[in-house]
C-alpha cells in the first residue's frame, strides 16, 4: 500500500507522518474510532459508542470528506476527517469557508504524547492549504473537553441541538497573528486557583474586583463552590474564564459571565481583575471585548450588565468606551473602612453590541 507523504509531527513516542488516507485503510480507521470509543465508555463518556461505527459508514467518508490518518511504523495511531460543510452540527452558522473537523481519535499507545494537539495544528494546517478556516464541534457537557479545545486556540460560538435533545459546542479555531499582545479565554480551573490568590493582595482589593462573591484569603474550598455546576452554555447560571497571554502561554486574568437568564436573555459581567504585570496594556479591554463577544454572539442573549465601584473611575472609563451606558446608581452599597461608596450599574443590548463589535 502506497500513501501520498504530507507531513512529519514529531511527538515524544517519536515522529509519525499523517496522510491522506484512502479505502484500503478503512479497517485501520474502524480499529481506531471502535478503540476510542470504548475508551469513552470504560471512562464514563457517551459522545461515541463502539458499535456506532461500522465498515460501511467508514467506506462512506472516502466520498464526502476528507480523512486524515497519522502513522507509526506501518500503524495507525491517530486520525481525523475535514468536511467542507456542516449545516447538520452548525446550522444557521454553517459557512463553506471553513473546513469542519470531526471523528478525532488517538490510539491508546499515543494518549497522553500530545497527538491529538499536533493533529489539531495539522488539521489547521491543512485548512489553511485550502484557503479556509478550522471549525470543530464537541459534547456540551464535558466542561474538561471543551477545555481542552480551548487551550488549543479554539473560540466558543455557539450550542446547537443535532438532533434527540444532543448538544453540541461549536468552536472556530483562532487565526494566528502577529499581535504580541492576543488572548484567548478558557475555563477556569483548579489549576487557575493560585492565581486569584496571588493577585488578590488584601481583603479590600478582593472587595473591589469580587464584591462579596469571595472572602479574603480565598479558601480552595470557596473556589471549589464557585465553579461548581458552571461552565455549560445551554444550563449554567455562570461561565467562568481565565485569560491566558497567548504568545507566553501565562494566564493574566480572570472574568465571568454570571447571573444568565436565558429566558429574558440576560447576563452580568463581572470579577475581572488582571495579574498586576499585566495592567495598563489594555488586556481589560480584550477580555471584555472577547466575553461580550461570548454573551452576544455565542449564548446570543439581549442585554449585558455589569457594577463598578464609583471610587473606580479607570474601569467607569473603560467599560464606557466599550459602549456600555450608565443605568443608575447603588448608593453606599458597599463599605470600604469607614466610608460606604456607591455603585454604578453599567449596560449594553445586543443591537448597541452589534454597532460597537467592529471597533473591538
Not at 446547537?160 to 468552536?171: A, F, I, K, S
Not at 456600555?324 to 448597541?352: H, P, S, W
Request: a neutral charge.
Amino acid at each position: 500500500m502506497s500513501l501520498p507523504v504530507m507531513r512529519e509531527i514529531n511527538t515524544p513516542q517519536g515522529s509519525l507522518t499523517v496522510v491522506r488516507a484512502n479505502a484500503s485503510m478503512a479497517g485501520e480507521i474502524l480499529r481506531l474510532l471502535r478503540e476510542a470509543a470504548q475508551w469513552m465508555q470504560d471512562n464514563g463518556l457517551t459522545q461515541w459508542r463502539p458499535e456506532q461505527f461500522k465498515e460501511k459508514d467508514i467506506l462512506d467518508y472516502f466520498s464526502d470528506r476528507e480523512v486524515y490518518v497519522a502513522m507509526n511504523d506501518g500503524e495507525a495511531a491517530g486520525m481525523f476527517t475535514l468536511q467542507f460543510s456542516d449545516p447538520q452540527y452548525w446550522g444557521k452558522r454553517n459557512n463553506e469557508s471553513f473546513a469542519y473537523l470531526h471523528r478525532l481519535a488517538v490510539g491508546l499507545p499515543f494518549r497522553g504524547a500530545g497527538l491529538g494537539s499536533k493533529l489539531l495544528e495539522f488539521a489547521a494546517w491543512a485548512a489553511k492549504m485550502s484557503g479556509r478556516g478550522l471549525r470543530l464541534d464537541t459534547i456540551e457537557h464535558n466542561v474538561k473537553l471543551n477545555r481542552y479545545y480551548q487551550t488549543q486556540g479554539f473560540r466558543y460560538m455557539g450550542t446547537n441541538d443535532v438532533g434527540g435533545g444532543r448538544l453540541v459546542n461549536l468552536y472556530e479555531k483562532i487565526e494566528s497573528t502577529e499581535d504580541r499582545d492576543a488572548i484567548r479565554l478558557q475555563y477556569f480551573d483548579k489549576s487557575d486557583f493560585d492565581c486569584l490568590r496571588q493577585w488578590s493582595v488584601s481583603p479590600e482589593f478582593l472587595k473591589q474586583w469580587a464584591g462579596p462573591s469571595l472572602h479574603f484569603p480565598i479558601e480552595d474550598e470557596e473556589l471549589r463552590k464557585y465553579i461548581a455546576g458552571s461552565n455549560r452554555p445551554a444550563e449554567s447560571d455562570k461561565m467562568i474564564y481565565s485569560a491566558v497571554h497567548v504568545s507566553t502561554g501565562a494566564v493574566i486574568g480572570h472574568i465571568s459571565l454570571a447571573a444568565i437568564d436565558r429566558d429574558n436573555g440576560h447576563a452580568r459581567i463581572g470579577r475581572v481583575v488582571l495579574d498586576p504585570e499585566f495592567r495598563g496594556r489594555g488586556f481589560a479591554r480584550r477580555m471584555m471585548g472577547e466575553t461580550m463577544r461570548i454573551g452576544f454572539d455565542g449564548l446570543e442573549l439581549h442585554r449585558l450588565t455589569l457594577g463598578v465601584y464609583d471610587f473606580n473611575t479607570p474601569a467607569v472609563r473603560a467599560y464606557e468606551a466599550l459602549g456600555f451606558r450608565r443605568e443608575g446608581e447603588q448608593l453606599e452599597a458597599a463599605r470600604f473602612g469607614d466610608r460606604y461608596v456607591n455603585q454604578i450599574e453599567m449596560a449594553m443590548l445586543d443591537r448597541e453590541w452589534k454597532a460597537k463589535k467592529p471597533q473591538l
